[in-house]
T-cell receptor, first 113, second 115 residues
Framework: AQSVTQPDIHITVSEGASLELRCNYS??????LFWYVQSPGQGLQLLLK??????LVQGIKGFEAEFKRSQSSFNLRKPSVHWSDAAEYFC???????????FGTGTRLQVTL | EAGVAQSPRYKIIEKRQSVAFWCNPI?????LYWYQQILGQGPKLLIQ????????DSQLPKDRFSAERLKGVDSTLKIQPAKLEDSAVYLC?????????????FGQGTRLTVV
């Protein structure tokens, strides 16, 4: 069965600094990969997704992620973080389907001014 | 296009009471999922429907949880009796299909507090 690991439970960055959130997955074939963001009391918002093709994908709010098959990773990056980016971030994988997802435990991002 | 609708948004009940959540998926979406998200964790799949049939309920605690999808459209998730550990956000998602690249769209969720 597929699994997702987000090694960092909590990350703090300064506003304007760069950000990288790690995500590793376990699945034998190429999975469908997603990053979601969730603000307190809010639903899940899709940031970006990877299905196939170019391994560097662009998402909303200036986020990007790179699929690295050799490392089984799909790390999320942003060159300059804004205070409004403070939220919980979830990586998710779909094995053979883009709709039935296994989520990681999430990384809470705190942004200091 | 309307999104996935869930109600209620919030519910507080005492332990041992029963509760039901409702989900209206995006029109035409054959696949529907219920997820449970406990505070501080990622969502966990409870049950998957394809039209009005259950495809996967392996993670559903069947002694107290039940779900149905009448006529392959709306779905209800019920907990009876509720326990303190059922406090969570219950997310509904729908997808045009259950295989391939038909991605899921999530509702806002129902936050359940069991006291």
């Amino acid at each position: 069965a597929q699994s997702v690991t987000q090694p960092d439970i909590h990350i703090t960055v300064s506003e304007g600094a760069s950000l990288e959130l790690r995500c590793n997955y376990s699945y034998g074939a190429t999975p469908y990969l997603f990053w979601y963001v969730q603000s307190p009391g809010q639903g899940l918002q899709l940031l970006l997704k990877y299905f196939s093709g170019d391994t560097l994908v662009q998402g909303i709010k200036g986020f990007e992620a790179e699929f690295k098959r050799s490392q089984s990773s799909f790390n999320l990056r942003k060159p300059s973080v804004h205070w409004s980016d403070a939220a919980e971030y979830f990586c998710a994988v779909g094995a053979g389907t883009a709709s039935k997802l296994t989520f990681g435990t999430g990384t809470r991002l705190q942004v200091t001014l | 296009e309307a999104g996935v609708a869930q109600s209620p948004r919030y519910k507080i009940i005492e332990k041992r009471q029963s509760v039901a959540f409702w989900c209206n998926p995006i029109s035409g979406h054959a696949t529907l999922y219920w997820y449970q998200q406990i505070l501080g964790q990622g969502p966990k799949l409870l049950i998957q429907f394809q039209n009005n049939g259950v495809v996967d309920d392996s993670q559903l605690p069947k002694d107290r949880f039940s779900a149905e999808r009448l006529k392959g459209v709306d779905s209800t998730l019920k907990i009876q009796p509720a326990k303190l550990e059922d406090s969570a956000v219950y997310l509904c998602a729908s997808s045009p299909r259950w295989s391939g690249d038909g991605e899921a769209f999530f509702g806002q969720g129902t936050r359940l507090t069991v006291v």
